[in-house]
């Protein structure tokens, strides 16, 4: 198995590489830590500036920098103060799109639950630290492995982004098909 090469990221549709991501298999390997590998089940595609949900609707920020970069390279923020995520930097030099890696089925050396991005990072390891990461250099990768026979890809609204307006219901989250790991909305609050 051989790691996705940049050409991969740097393909102009994000929503396309947010579904070809689900069955790969993403890999932490730090010197003198265990290796630590899961295949992703569920992403989210942020298309932009133009995409109301992306952080980089607000355009080139200390924050987004890296989205509008080199594709293949890995994105970190944290959210509620206290949750890291992480995001593939995808599309051509510019375009401010980015993959938000969601659940991952543990492979291998992951102890801790993955369904969720905020706990997929904390699984990892993965923290601000790593923002920036080249994907395609030997610390954070993504294995070229494909899905098994049976396998569907399932296509859903993005979760907590209300805010979006009509954003929000865009289906531009991915998904593997009846997989335990992949995270659950959460429910509305009854008002």
Request: hydrophobic content about 35%; some cysteine; aromatic content about 6%.
């Amino acid at each position: 198995m051989s790691k996705l090469k940049r050409d991969f990221y740097a393909n102009p549709n994000c929503a396309q590489v947010a579904q070809q991501l689900i069955g790969k298999t993403l890999v932490v390997h730090r010197p003198g830590q265990p290796k630590r590998a899961g295949r992703i089940v569920e992403t989210e595609a942020y298309l932009g500036p133009h995409d109301l949900a992306a952080h980089s609707s607000k355009g080139v920020t200390a924050r987004t920098q890296i989205m509008f970069g080199e594709p293949g390279h890995v994105y970190v923020y944290l959210i509620y103060g206290m949750h890291h995520c992480m995001n593939l930097v995808s599309g051509p030099v510019g375009s401010g799109s980015g993959v938000l890696l969601r659940a991952l089925e543990p492979v291998e050396g992951i102890l801790l639950p993955t369904n969720g991005p905020g706990r997929l990072c904390k699984a990892l390891g993965v923290t601000r630290a790593d923002y920036g990461t080249d994907v395609c250099e030997d610390q954070i990768y993504v294995l070229d492995t494909p899905l098994a026979p049976g396998e569907q890809v399932e296509k859903s609204p993005r979760i907590g982004v209300d805010y979006a307006g009509e954003w929000a219901q865009e289906l531009l989250r991915f998904s593997m098909k009846d997989n335990p790991y992949v995270s659950k909305p959460r429910k509305s609050k009854a008002t």
